[in-house]
């Protein structure tokens, strides 16, 4: 769909039409329908009293259907619970459902993290005025308030938990086997010498020993740790022990509510480095299948049988005591719907305490990108994911987090489920963005949390691992600078605003 607006529509005309048309172009050059925006905010329009709000116009003009032309005028309430741009779209929204002849479950939310937004709103409103006011106003489906709503009941006492100076820490391993044909990280594919990987654990481990040094003055408390990827578990069991050594040595862990290793693969992961991870008090591990389909695996670059993950899970069970992770992705390859069911089927079976579903995100540089364009969602049936959360909740889990993204099959949505009481302490942080998240290494990004303004600062890593070991000095006191400032203004010791 073509478009034409004022300045003022321009950004929430595409952030809808993206959620419309999630495997279509944003300005539909290819596209007979165009879309027309206007706001007026003339005299005239105002109807000579300069307190009234201005006049939104909105056109749909469909050259190959004309009958689906659509057309209204509205005017935006300048005392409306909602802002002139959120009024905007939600008028934009009604034209566009019209045309489509559907309507969206998050409604006008087209952000990352509509859990997020619904938090934010419960604080300024009671509950049943909060699930109110996003069906009505925000237009959200009823059963994805609810999501929203159980979301949040679970997360809330955890938030809650936080106090001033506890920090979690994401530790980044930006390194895999292989790259697989969906993943738009930046990521380096271990070369066969692992020379890359050589140089780039001395820096990372500095870099661990200088941030940790630099917040142990302020007496800052670690309650999590993420060690994530790129692949962690192409790291040898030597290099993990020393990894963590370093870890422990750079910070107190003593208070630690969770440890996580993201192993990833079943094919990098092994019973020497389970051993090395429960040795070291790693509490929670990602095992992530994507999917139990032979032919999918070959499909996407994963060149190992399904039969493999079920044998590592079993490692992992018998190397320690883990809280495990299962990731799988909806829309890979050709799969239909019996076959990711078959795939969730199998992993609920294997009883692991959480499991993530994502749904796939056919995002720029990805090989599924570039060999099949945008994705097919057709063969995907709307009411199928809300069939997918069924199945997970007879299993007896609970949708604990979520969040979304551009450009995922059928515009849905990645929701981490638990077994009752097994939640991911980081995940639930990280999402709420309630708590300063220290990101360490290549790839990594931070959170410095102000409680006291309910507002952060993000810290970026490079993320390309050749720049990182090409320029770590300069890199390093960069980021220690930033946190220099940061605990110097006393930030850290701020309560949170109730």
């Given amino acids: 769909m073509r478009l034409r607006t004022d300045e003022a529509a321009s950004r929430p005309a595409r952030e809808l039409i993206q959620q419309f048309e999630p495997e279509g172009r944003a300005d539909g050059t290819e596209d007979d329908s165009e879309l027309t925006v206007s706001i007026d905010s003339s005299a005239e329009a105002k109807g000579g009293n300069r307190d009234n709000g201005s006049v939104i116009r909105i056109e749909i003009a469909d050259a190959r259907s004309p009958e689906k032309n659509r057309s209204i005028t509205e005017g935006i309430d300048p005392?409306?619970?909602?802002?002139?741009?959120?009024?905007?779209?939600?008028?934009?929204?009604?034209?566009?459902?019209?045309?489509?002849?559907r309507s969206l479950p998050w409604g006008i939310l087209t952000g990352v993290k509509p859990v997020r937004f619904y938090q934010k709103t419960?604080?300024?409103?009671?509950?049943?005025?909060?699930?109110?006011?996003?069906?009505?106003?925000?237009?959200?489906?009823?059963?994805?308030?609810?999501?929203?709503?159980?979301?949040?009941?679970?997360?809330e006492p955890v938030i809650a938990s936080w106090r001033p100076k506890t920090l979690s820490l994401y530790v980044g391993i930006p390194v895999c086997p292989a790259k697989c044909s969906y993943c738009s990280f930046v990521s380096t594919v271990l070369d066969k010498k692992r020379c890359l990987l050589t140089d780039y654990l001395p820096l990372l481990e500095n870099e661990i020993r200088q941030t940790g040094k630099l917040f142990e003055e302020y007496g800052c408390v670690v309650d999590s740790v993420y060690i994530g990827g790129g692949t962690p578990s192409v790291l040898a069991p030597d290099e993990a022990d020393r990894l963590l050594k370093v870890l422990e040595e750079a910070f107190d862990l003593g208070n630690l509510r969770e440890f996580c290793f993201e192993a990833g693969r079943p094919d990098t992961t092994g019973p020497e480095l389970l051993r090395v991870l429960a040795d070291h008090g790693v509490t929670r591990v990602c095992l992530n299948p994507q999917s139990m389909n032979a032919d999918t695996l070959t499909a996407v670059n994963r060149l190992y049988p399904p039969e493999k993950v079920g044998e590592v899970y079993g490692q992992i069970r018998r190397a320690g005591d883990f809280d495990v992770n299962m990731d799988l992705i909806l829309g890979l390859a050709e799969e239909s719907e019996a076959d990711f069911m078959r795939s969730l089927d199998e992993v609920i079976a294997m009883n692991p305490e959480n499991i993530t579903v994502h749904d796939l995100a056919v995002k720029k540089g990805t090989r599924v990108k570039l060999e099949n364009g945008t994705g097919d969602s057709s063969r995907f049936r709307p009411g199928f994911f809300g069939e997918i959360r069924e199945r997970l909740t007879d299993a007896g889990y609970l949708p604990y987090y979520m969040y979304r993204q551009k450009y995922t099959i059928g515009n849905g949505e990645n929701i981490g489920w638990t077994r009752p009481g097994h939640e991911s302490y980081y995940n639930i942080m990280m999402m709420a963005e309630e708590q300063t998240i220290l990101g360490i290494g290549a790839g990594s990004s931070g959170k410095l949390f102000d409680a006291g303004a309910d507002r952060f600062d993000r810290v970026f890593t490079v993320k390309d691992l050749r720049t990182y070991n090409s320029r770590p000095e300069e890199l390093l006191e960069k980021k220690l600078a930033v946190y220099r400032s940061y605990l110097e203004s006393g930030v850290i010791d701020n309560l949170r605003v109730i």
């Fill in 79 to 101: 005392d409306g619970i909602l802002t002139e741009e959120q009024q905007i779209k939600r008028a934009i929204y009604r034209v566009l459902a019209d045309y489509f002849g």
């Fill in 122 to 155: 419960a604080k300024k409103f009671p509950e049943a005025d909060t699930k109110k006011l996003l069906e009505t106003e925000y237009l959200l489906s009823p059963g994805n308030v609810r999501l929203a709503a159980e979301i949040d009941a679970l997360q």
